[in-house]
Nanobody, 123 residues
Framework: QVQLVESGGGLVQAGGSLRLSCAASGRTFSNYHMGWFRQAPGKEREFVAAISWTGGSSYYADSVKGRFTISRDNAKNTVYLQMNSLEPEDTAVYLC????????????????WGQGTQVTVSS
């Protein structure tokens, strides 16, 4: 089992920035590919960003490319999502995800989920 706990969400004005963190515990963090998804009210959960277990490869949804950056610190068992130039459309619950075999770029590729942290972007 891997436990994932997100933090760093909040309320920010459009154009602002937030950095989300996801702390992992349980099994060896560096063995897992990590990712972020988001879910807005009434919408399906969607992929945001992912990073390979070494940190050597990263993946982004087109909607956040150039604005968001995913990174990880295996020594701290933590993955981050730096979000810049935030837009009201980014408002959602952001969930951390871990994939043991596949990089979590699809919901079906996720083995473990965090509880989520709310991000609200005001216009």
């Amino acid at each position: 089992q891997v436990q994932l706990v997100e933090s760093g969400g909040g309320l920010v004005q459009a154009g602002g920035s937030l950095r989300l963190s996801c702390a992992a515990s349980g099994r060896t963090f560096s063995n897992y590919h990590m990712g972020w998804f988001r879910q807005a009210p009434g919408k399906e959960r969607e992929f945001v960003a992912a990073i390979s277990w070494t940190g050597g490869s990263s993946y982004y949804a087109d909607s956040v490319k150039g604005r968001f950056t995913i990174s990880r610190d295996n020594a701290k068992n933590t993955v981050y999502l730096q979000m810049n130039s935030l837009e009201p459309e980014d408002t959602a619950v952001y969930l951390c995800a871990a994939g043991g075999v596949r990089v979590p770029i699809k919901v079906s590729s996720v083995d473990y989920w965090g509880q989520g942290t709310q991000v609200t972007v005001s216009s």
